[in-house]
């Protein structure tokens, strides 16, 4: 049976196999600081996906205009 000695023993070879283990695992604070600067960077570039691909809309209706216009004034296309 273990003594009490025992199983301090085995608490401290456990807790520093534990230390030895998480030592370079961020703290919390660093990991959410990250996770926010993470997201911030998202959101910046689903709000710059979303701007392009109205102009990418915008760019092909025209297109299509200019193509209906060409094709009624008769005009040679330039492409």
């Not at 030592?23 to 910046?44: A, I, Q, S, W, Y």
């Amino acid at each position: 049976m273990l003594t009490q000695k025992d199983l301090d023993e085995v608490e401290k070879i456990v807790d520093e196999r534990i230390e030895d283990k998480t030592r370079n695992l961020p703290t919390k604070d660093e990991f959410f600081g990250k996770m926010d600067e993470v997201m911030g960077e998202l959101k910046l570039i689903r709000e710059e996906t979303s701007v392009l691909s109205g102009l990418h809309e915008k760019v092909n209706d025209h297109e299509e205009r200019i193509e209906k216009i060409e094709k009624k004034l008769r005009i040679q296309p330039s492409i």
